[in-house]
């Protein structure tokens, strides 16, 4: 059946079963932005934000959130126009394989914009959801921080 989601600021008519994920619906649907790591929502490699806030999109039934803003990582910036938090995560050397990059961006860009200001404490809190195989965490951090100190020096707010 086909039925209407807000996915990245547009109306899109997917189509879906009634017992598919999030993550499955996504990925069917051309959106493969969206990575499956594990199926199990440990790896946070489908994360996706719901309303603004992370979820696994694995352990979310599609049909359960029909009314709800869903954002993938394309949602806050593409390859011709890349959002600030991507651009740091390229010159920081954060994003080696790529495969978990759209989950660590998608929860950094929600704890940015909740805490334009983060500590590392609290940004390693906030990608505790996030496995990376490749590059550890440390370059993953120091983008966060990056971006955050772009934000503050240039006055600007998360968008």
């Known amino acids: 059946m086909k039925l209407p989601f807000k996915i990245n600021n547009k109306q899109k008519h997917l189509e879906l079963l009634p017992n598919e994920t999030l993550l499955q619906a996504l990925r069917n649907n051309h959106f493969t932005e969206v990575k499956c790591g594990c199926n199990e929502g440990e790896c946070g490699a489908c994360t996706v934000l719901l309303d603004g806030k992370p979820v696994n999109s694995c352990q979310v039934l599609a049909m359960s959130v029909q009314e709800k803003e869903i954002t993938t990582v394309k949602g806050i910036g593409t390859l011709y126009t890349p959002h600030l938090l ?25 704890l940015l914009k909740e805490n334009p200001q983060p500590t590392r404490e609290e940004i390693l809190i906030a990608l505790d959801g996030n496995l990376c195989r490749c590059t550890g965490y440390v370059k993953i951090i120091d983008a966060v921080e990056m971006t955050a100190q772009k934000l503050h020096s240039n006055k600007l707010v998360m968008e």
């Open 86 to 110: 991507q651009k740091s995560f390229a010159e920081a050397g954060a994003d080696q394989c790529g495969f978990c990059s759209p989950g660590m961006v998608l929860a950094s860009y929600s």
